[in-house]
């Protein structure tokens, strides 16, 4: 898959070579192949960038409401025309099996449709005064320019929602991708937007390597709100900095991720749910399925069921339309997971199923026996490794699953569905699922963390919430009496 503009900068409606002395090879991770060759940005090309949004911002707010909506729509129609092609690229680029880059593209393209509902919320209303003969008049407005960072795992997605819900409230973007996945999560949105017609100067992406600019994307004084999704080591580096400069944060940071298995769950239904929210994009998700808690009343059946479940799961080449688990984003990553399992190990779990390392691909492992503090329970494990923990009854899974510095995700599984909230209920996570598997994402609904896992939320009006802010402007249509 080839893109024209995969080696450039877009700033102020320009494609352009970075000014970095630098240059970044992008390659499959599965095969190692070149996908592109670019010149990274510095610090003069993100101080341009963020100048162009500020220059192009007032424009756009005041843009009308309707000619918005009409770019959202030629932007939803290019990504529709383009679906095949991009989900090849993110195959590609970031070792997506065929079916999560589905998955990808068409939650990209339901993510600008609900935010293509935005500009008609900008909205004044109006309230009572309690001062005789005043009108008080509340506005939603935007916040100004906005710098969003993502992460290499879900590239696409997961700038989308911040650059449209962003853009839709009237701000203007600079985007900075993950280097690895530059193409899905900065190029192909920029082209969506430019192909729709968005005024120059909106939206602006940078591709620069952390090692040469540092902090200068976030500590910068245009950008009046960083989007952050990420680690969460990087993210509370992040909202340091921005809220040490008085700016707005949101971050989406890291999971580790409970799900629970009560006494009287459907073993079979538990099992195939448990395997594709584990294995989904080799478990390289901040939603995945990070530790299954099982009652022991049916901790082997359960461990039986899985196992030959994980077995037929197929891994290797993410271009074959069966892989289900590609190859990890990078060397590094794998090592990571390795050394994540040999340590948890030699602290006691039991190998039940041994994968096996061939190139980035690392087929599915299965861990039982685990305990909470073994380091694949205390740890986000963006790797295929499942572990098992059995706890004795309902309370000690409650007590185990929030025994965590995470809380993003999670899921409760129940033959009672009152039983399965009520559990829910008690888990301290920003999302939970009965019945059903951690990695669940709705354009319209609420995506966020408590806790380590971070601040903010995503979707439909509470995505609306973060990229804007209201302003009380009160009017005196009759003269006040003042007492001098």
């Given amino acids: 898959m080839k893109y024209a503009n995969s080696n450039k900068l877009y700033i102020n409606g320009v494609w352009k070579e970075g000014r970095s002395d630098k240059l970044y090879e992008n390659t499959n991770p599965y095969n190692g192949e070149v996908l592109s060759t670019i010149k990274l940005a510095n610090k003069n090309d993100i101080d341009d960038a963020y100048n162009a949004a500020l220059q192009a911002q007032k424009a756009w707010q005041e843009t009308d409401k309707a000619e918005k909506e009409a770019i959202f729509e030629k932007a939803i129609a290019y990504m529709e025309s383009r679906f095949e092609d991009i989900v090849n690229l993110l195959v590609e680029e970031s070792g997506s099996s065929i079916m999560k880059a589905n998955i990808e593209v068409g939650a990209s393209i339901a993510t600008l449709r609900e935010a293509s509902s935005y500009p008609a919320k900008m909205e004044t209303k109006t309230y009572h005064s309690i001062i005789p003969g005043k009108e008080n008049r509340v506005s939603r407005l935007p916040l100004g320019v906005v710098g969003v960072i993502v992460p290499w795992n879900f590239p696409l997605v997961l700038a989308m929602r911040s650059v449209a819900g962003a853009i839709a409230t009237g701000n203007t973007v600079v985007l900075k991708p993950d280097l690895q996945t530059y ?65 707005k944060v949101i971050l989406e940071l890291g999971g580790n991720n409970a799900f629970i298995v009560l006494d009287d769950a459907d073993i079979e239904q538990v099992a195939s749910a448990a395997a594709f929210g584990r294995f989904l994009h080799q478990g390289q998700i901040c939603l995945s399925v990070n530790r299954i808690i099982v009652d022991r009343k049916i901790y082997l059946p359960f461990v039986e069921t899985f196992k030959a479940k994980v077995q037929k799961i197929k891994a290797g080449d993410p271009r074959e339309k069966d892989t289900f688990v590609g190859p990890l984003i990078n060397r590094k990553q794998v090592e990571k997971v390795l050394a994540l399992i040999e340590k948890s190990v030699s602290q006691g779990a039991k190998i039940e199923l041994e994968g096996k390392v061939e190139g980035n691909v690392i087929s599915p492992y299965i ?118």
């Fill in 183 to 247: 193409i899905a999560g900065g190029s192909v949105i920029v082209e969506a937007f430019e192909a729709a017609g968005l005024p120059k100067g909106v939206l602006n992406l940078v591709i620069a390597d952390i090692e040469e600019i540092g902090d200068y994307f976030v500590e910068h004084p245009i950008p009046r709100l960083i989007s952050f999704t990420g680690s969460t080591s990087a993210g509370k580096h992040i909202g340091a900095i921005a809220t040490q400069n008085l700016k």
């Fill in 367 to 484: 861990l039982t026996d685990v305990t909470p503090d073994m380091a694949v329970a205390q740890n986000e494990i963006f790797g295929p490794v499942a572990s098992i923990i059995p706890v004795e009854n309902e309370e000690e899974a409650i007590e185990v699953a929030n025994a965590s510095i995470y809380g993003l995700s999670g899921a409760v599984f129940s033959g009672s569905l009152e039983r399965g909230l009520r559990v829910a209920d008690q888990i301290h996570t920003g999302m939970i699922h009965v019945n059903d598997q951690s990695v669940n994402e709705e354009a319209h609904m609420p995506f966020g963390g408590e806790k380590s896992s971070g601040l903010g939320r995503f979707g439909g009006e509470f995505s609306f919430e973060e990229f804007t802010t209201v302003k009380w402007t009160s009017v005196q249509k009759q003269p006040r009496q003042f007492p001098f």
